[in-house]
């Protein structure tokens, strides 16, 4: 009951806070050939780069990658040193654009003398906010994130999670149509991890743009439209996560029977890559099927010809797998 | 407009430090101090006067003496004053780019000029404000317990004011290229360097000596700090005492022109807008 009460809360505070973008036809974000070199070193090489309108966009990449680099310069917190971008159809440290743009840095450092509340009250007059504004989106924003009951205490006083929260408070505050969260949930708890992408989702709904930088895959794959992978400063795949990951569907079957026949029946459904024991005459088959349909004959197929199946389970590709796929086996190329 | 956020945020966040309150305390302890010495001066004097029957000192008249003792109180306030603007400024840029608190401003709408001109600003009202209560301190020290008015003490404030100007305009230009670490170092070499080169050049007009002079006018030109101060401190003292005290580390009797408060405020514009044109080509 409680929880109920809490998640409804939250939805109201949640719809007065952000609102619905109107349609435009400019990218939300553009880059072309970006780089970025740091005394002789790229850090991120040539990046060119669409991001639509209402999409949320998932940036992955190891450490190192050139993800936060890419980030600061779209911030204007690091000169490009070749090739240019565009945030909202308009140039890098555009005034105009920069005021529907929210940042949560992967350093969530503040003045943190400052209480909650006077540190959104100094970044809401940051953007230009109004006074009536203000009064009305702080204490908002400080709900949103689960942090009003803190708001008159010292940000020097929360946790590190309880920072971040604030961070992401700052970021939502101006009501942003393009939000850049880099690791924005590297400080908290899995609950805190939950409530961060209902926020994302909710910005979503709203058809704001969100980039997402994390190094979490599951999270990225749980609400990302689309993803770059970078990889030593350069774009290494780019599309749908659906796309990435492919369509492919395996199945683990944990089979009791005649090997030779198993492994034959199961032949015919689909392609058979790995046969191992699991006991003495229990084994665990991992075949690769068209679809779902295929499993349900398969098994029919295996009871018919007299074999046990035990479990059967569906096994889908993963962002997780796509990503070592790049990132490892560049690595392994090059005799690392 | 967003200047004057970023200078009150800098204004409110000094009044925090730590530093500050201890710059504070020191500069109330010199006070009383100084209140308690302008009195025992005022009382020999007195005394003194009694057992020549009256007869008042021709040789060191007592506004000579006041003079000197309003003298030792400014060179005090100066000196704090530096000190202060030096260690609350020298993090101004750096010390913001290491704690990373800069990540979540620069993005906001605001050009990044701005920011050192509001912590510029910011530092300058803490400056004003400071010396504005200490020389009003010595000011009225002077006046109720040593029953003596030193002149012109508006424009010696305001001389005062452009001291500190300087060393604060040296220490930001030093927060946008090195570390805390680094730039604290840096400024206050040159901060000593302004001062004994002040010295050198007084010695070297004594004795006569060219090299020293140079030596001296080369530092006032590279920080003029010192230049500043000997004219604050020459306009602040009646003739009669210039003239019989003449060149000591503290004043001096052959005080810079108006060129030097020109050149003043060239430097510091100079050095502010370098601030600027560097910070705003500064990866963070």
Not at chain 1, 90 to 115: N, Q, S
Request: charged share 20%; aromatic share 8%; net charge neutral.
């Amino acid at each position: 009951m409680v929880v109920e009460r809490e998640t409804r809360r939250e939805d109201r505070t949640i719809e007065s806070l952000v609102t619905v973008v109107p349609a435009e036809s400019s990218p939300a974000v553009e880059t072309i050939g970006l780089r970025k070199v740091y005394g002789g070193k790229v850090a991120v090489r040539d990046l060119s780069l669409t991001i639509a309108q209402g999409e949320v966009f998932g940036l992955l990449g190891p450490n190192g990658a050139g993800k936060t680099t890419t980030v600061k310069m779209l911030m204007g917190l690091v000169r490009p040193s070749a090739g240019r971008a565009m945030l909202l159809g308009r140039p890098l440290g555009d005034r105009e654009a920069k005021r529907r743009i929210g940042f949560l840095p992967e350093l969530f450092r503040f003045h943190d003398w400052l209480t909650g509340e006077e540190l959104l009250d100094f970044h809401g007059k940051l953007y230009g906010m109004s006074a009536a504004e203000r009064r009305r989106r702080i204490p908002e924003a400080l709900d949103l994130v689960g942090l009003a009951h803190r708001a008159s205490e010292p940000v020097r006083s929360y946790s590190k999670g309880m920072q971040q929260r604030a961070g992401l408070a700052q970021a939502l505050l101006n009501d942003p149509d393009l939000i850049f969260l880099d690791e924005p949930t590297s400080a908290l708890d899995p609950l805190g991890r939950l409530e961060v992408r209902s926020i994302i989702q909710t910005l979503r709904d709203a058809g704001k743009t969100v980039v997402l930088n994390s190094h979490l895959l599951s999270e990225v794959e749980m609400v990302c439209d689309r993803v770059a992978i970078i990889h030593q400063g350069q774009l290494a795949a780019l599309g749908p996560i659906r796309e990435l990951i492919g369509e492919d569907l395996a199945v683990e079957l944990v089979v009791d029977g005649e090997r030779a026949v198993a492994v034959e029946v199961v032949g015919r459904h689909g392609t058979v890559a790995t046969v191992e024991p699991v006991t003495a005459d229990r084994f665990n088959i991992r075949v690769a099927v068209q679809d779902d349909d295929a499993i349900a004959l398969m098994i029919d197929d295996l009871v018919r010809s007299g074999v046990r199946v035990y479990s059967a389970t569906p096994v889908h590709a993963t962002l997780e797998q796509r990503f070592f796929d790049i990132v490892a086996g560049d690595a392994w190329e090059r005799g690392e | 407009m967003t200047t004057f956020l970023i200078a009150r945020l800098t204004f409110d966040e000094a009044l925090r430090r730590k530093m500050i309150w201890a710059v504070l305390l020191l500069s109330a302890m010199f006070l009383a101090l100084y209140a308690f010495g302008f009195q025992i001066l005022r009382d020999d004097l007195i005394e003194f006067d009694q057992r020549r029957g009256g007869r008042p000192n021709q040789v060191l008249p007592y506004d000579v003496q006041a003079s000197a003792m309003v003298m030792l109180g400014l060179y005090t306030v100066n000196f704090l004053a530096g000190i202060m603007t030096i260690f609350a400024a020298v993090g101004a840029i750096a010390g913001e780019i290491e704690s990373g608190t800069l990540h979540a401003i620069i993005p906001k709408p605001l050009a990044r000029w701005e920011i050192i001109a509001g912590k510029y600003l910011g530092f300058l009202a803490m400056i004003a404000v400071y010396l504005a209560l200490m020389v009003g301190g010595v000011v009225l020290i002077s006046r109720y317990i040593g029953e003596y008015t030193p002149p012109n003490i508006l424009r010696g404030l305001l001389l005062l004011i452009l001291v500190s100007t300087i060393l604060l305009s040296l220490t930001m230009l030093g927060s946008t290229i090195f570390s805390t670490m680094a730039n604290g170092v840096i400024v206050f070499m040159l901060y000593g360097m302004a001062v004994t080169g002040g010295l050198v050049e007084q010695i070297g007009n004594a004795l006569d000596n060219d090299t020293m002079v140079r030596i001296g006018i080369l530092t006032s030109v590279l920080v003029p700090s010192d230049s500043i101060w000997k004219l604050a401190s020459y306009v602040v003292q009646p003739s009669i005492a210039v003239n019989l005290i003449g060149p000591n580390p503290f004043g001096t009797a052959a005080p810079p022109s108006d060129f030097a408060v020109r050149y003043a405020f060239v430097y510091c514009a100079t050095l502010v807008v370098a601030s600027m044109l560097l910070f705003r080509r500064r990866d963070i």
